[in-house]
């Protein structure tokens, strides 16, 4: 359900951007950073009660750190759940379905704005990322530092008092979108790009045109490597 309200509200403040005869046409990059800050925003409130696991790359950090993956909380009645490779597959698989489930309900929402004239990379766009200038190996250090930068201060979070919680997420994914998100999208987030991507294959979208599986695995492998990385160095460092 988290990953799900993640896609919902992250790939619709997209197709509110760039899909014709939507209120939001034009809204520009700022709009699209806020609006996917604010999709994080939502989907690790409701994802809370499994340590708000809406992004394999998280998961994936918190795995090679050797961190809980929740640490519980007893007022609540909620048990702790350990970091072993079986729970994580468990993540895995619910984070890809969610991202494809919430993309399936934006394109709902949008549908009609689907229907019009536009291009189709464009309308693949609203789904998945793509880079500005295509280079394989540069679009995968884009994605591994920007996801590194992710993770690595998500741990850092761990050790200091905040008050904020999911907003100091949130705030960290518009700051690396409005900084770092220019040259891929900024993906960030294997299940982000793949559940929507998917979506997009399937779904009756006219004039949609490829769906780019060429690139695919760029916002795949690039977000779990930065991702372990991130995890790791944070543990080690702070």
Known sequence: ?????????????????????????????????????????????????????????????????????????????????????????????????????????????YRQHFNEEAPAAAKLGVFSTGPEIRSYGANVVTEIIGTFVLVFVIVAFGFTPSGL?????????????????????????PARDLGPRIAHAVLPIRGKGSSDWGYSWVPIVGPLIGGALGGFAGVQLL
């Open 1 to 109: 359900m988290g990953t799900a309200m993640l896609t919902l509200l992250g790939c619709g403040v997209v197709a509110n951007h760039l899909l014709p005869k939507s209120k939001g046409q034009g809204g520009g990059w700022l709009l699209i950073n806020f609006g996917w800050g604010l999709a994080v925003f939502a989907g690790v409130y409701v994802a809370y009660s499994t340590g708000a696991h809406i992004n394999p790359a998280v998961t994936v950090g918190l795995l090679a750190g050797d961190l809980p993956f929740f640490a519980g909380n007893e007022e609540l009645g909620l048990a702790q759940i350990d970091n072993t490779f079986g729970n994580a597959l468990v993540y895995f698989l619910a984070q890809f379905t969610g991202a494809f489930l919430g993309a399936v309900i934006m394109w709902l929402a």
């Open 165 to 189: 919680g999911p907003l100091a997420v949130a705030l960290l994914v518009v700051g690396i979108g409005a900084s770092l998100g220019g040259p891929t999208g900024y993906a960030i987030n």
